[in-house]
C-alpha cells in the first residue's frame, strides 16, 4: 500500500526553522515527483516546492531562498528545510507524489496522485 506520512511541523517563533520529513512506503521515490504543497485556513491549499524525478527543484516565490527541497532516495524520504520562517507559513503542510518523466515537475495538487495527512506549522505574529 502506497503511503505518504508527513512529521516535523510544530510551533516556531519568528525567524526560526523547521525541518519537514516525508516517509514514502509502498514505493520507491526514484520515479516519482515529490511536491509540498500547504494550506492555511480559509484559503486554498498552495504549491510551495518540487522535486522532479531526477531532482530538479522549484519554488513558489514567496520561499524561495528561505525553503530548501530535497530527497534522499535511498532511505525513501524527502524534506522541506524552512528557515526564517514567518506568520505567513502557518499552515499544514502536506506532501504529495506523482509519477512522472524525467525533469517534469507539478504544480497543481490535481496532477498528484498520492498524499500525506499533513503535518501543522504555526508560526505566531
Do not use: H
Not at 504529495?96 to 515537475?105: S, T
Amino acid at each position: 500500500q502506497l503511503q505518504l506520512v508527513e512529521s516535523g511541523g510544530g510551533l516556531v517563533q519568528p525567524g526560526g526553522s523547521l525541518r519537514l520529513s516525508c516517509a514514502a512506503s509502498g514505493f520507491t521515490l526514484d520515479y516519482y515527483a515529490i511536491g509540498w504543497f500547504r494550506q492555511a485556513p480559509g484559503k486554498e491549499r498552495e504549491w510551495v516546492s518540487c522535486s522532479s524525478s531526477d531532482g530538479y527543484t522549484y519554488y513558489t516565490d514567496s520561499v524561495k531562498g528561505r525553503f530548501t527541497i530535497s530527497r534522499d532516495n535511498a532511505k525513501n524520504m524527502v524534506y522541506l528545510q524552512m528557515n526564517s520562517l514567518k506568520p505567513e507559513d502557518t499552515a499544514v503542510y502536506y506532501c504529495a507524489a506523482r509519477g512522472g518523466p524525467g525533469g517534469a515537475i507539478y504544480v497543481l495538487s490535481y496532477e498528484y496522485d498520492y498524499w500525506g495527512q499533513g503535518t501543522q506549522v504555526t508560526v505566531p505574529s
